[in-house]
C-alpha cells in the first residue's frame, strides 16, 4: 500500500510555466510513470512464486497508473493457485479475489 499513498507520486509534478505551478496532466502522468510501475508488475509477475499483493494495493496501481493488463494477470494467477484449496480462509480469499477480477474487468 505504500506505493498507492498520494504523496509518492509527487515526483509526476511538471513545471506550469512562467508561473511556477504544478500540471497533472493525465497523459503525462501516464507516459513518465506508466513503464516504472507497469515494468515493477512484469517483473513480479514473471517471479516463481509469484508473490502475493495485496488486492488493494493491485487495483489501487492498476488505476492510478493505468496497468489493468498486468494487474488482472496477477489476480487470476492468485486466484488459480486459491481455487484448488478449500479451506474455510481459502475460500474467502478466494470470493474476495473472484470480486476483485470481476471489478476489474467492469472498469
Known amino acids: 500500500s505504500l506505493l498507492a499513498r498520494p504523496f509518492h507520486s509527487q515526483f509526476l509534478k511538471?513545471?506550469?510555466g512562467p508561473?511556477?505551478?504544478?500540471?497533472f496532466s493525465r497523459h503525462s502522468r501516464q507516459c513518465r510513470s506508466l513503464n516504472v510501475i507497469q515494468s515493477l508488475l512484469?517483473?513480479?509477475?514473471?517471479?516463481?512464486p509469484m508473490p502475493m499483493l495485496d488486492t488493494d494495493l493491485l487495483?489501487?496501481?492498476?488505476?492510478?497508473?493505468?496497468?489493468?493488463h498486468e494487474v488482472i494477470s496477477m489476480l487470476e494467477h492468485q486466484?488459480?493457485?486459491?481455487?484448488?484449496?478449500?479451506?474455510?480462509?481459502?475460500?474467502?480469499y478466494r470470493d474476495k479475489l473472484l470480486?476483485?477480477?470481476?471489478?476489474c474487468y467492469d472498469d
Do not use: M
Open 14 to 16: 511538471q513545471s506550469g
Open 19 to 23: 508561473s511556477g505551478g504544478s500540471v
Open 42 to 48: 512484469r517483473a513480479l509477475s514473471k517471479l516463481r
Open 59 to 68: 487495483i489501487s496501481l492498476a488505476s492510478d497508473f493505468n496497468t489493468w
Open 79 to 92: 486466484y488459480c493457485i486459491f481455487k484448488a484449496n478449500s479451506s474455510v480462509e481459502t475460500l474467502k
Open 99 to 103: 470480486a476483485v477480477i470481476r471489478h
